[in-house]
């Protein structure tokens, strides 16, 4: 059940940081390739897949570059909550109670984080074509599909037996 969770919670945060990603390079590279995290083809090989018009292209930048005010703060405060976890339990102590504070706020960050990425999203698709959603879908259940066999074939040598080790 927990590697359930840890899988969902992973393909959640690759789904975010995909849009993240994508607004990125969307504003400072287009739709090209690239190098380094954040830089990658990911994103843009996926709209080369779906055929966007020119027109397409220039509305998705403009969505992308429009939203990247929504993105900037939720990412920097994520990131300053992971930094103020990582303080408070590094010397080994552990307060349940800051703890769980913190937990709570990454909690909202990240729901803030998945309703700006379900708006861009939702923005996209509305400039899309049929045939242009449907490829979308397809890609996204291929996607999935490749994910729960990646994590199968992870699972497949784990023991249940032992305690996990970190």
Known sequence: ????????????????????????????????????????????????????TDDQKAKVKTIMETNKANFQ????????????????????????????ALATEQGNLTAKMIVEKERVKSQVYAILTDEQKAKAAQMHDDFKQKMQERSKDRNAGASTDKPSEF
Not at 10 to 27: D, E, R, S
Not at 77 to 94: I, V
């Open 73 to 100: 703060p939720i990412m920097q405060a994520l990131k300053e909550n992971h930094k103020k976890m990582a303080d408070l339990t590094s010397n080994g102590a552990f307060d349940e109670t800051q703890v769980s």
């Open 1 to 52: 059940m927990k590697k359930r969770n840890i899988v969902i919670l992973a393909i959640g945060v690759l789904v975010l940081g995909a849009a993240f990603v994508f607004a990125q390079k969307a504003v400072h590279k287009g739709f090209g390739g690239g190098h380094g995290f954040g830089h990658g083809p990911g994103m843009g090989m996926a709209f080369r897949a779906l055929n966007l």
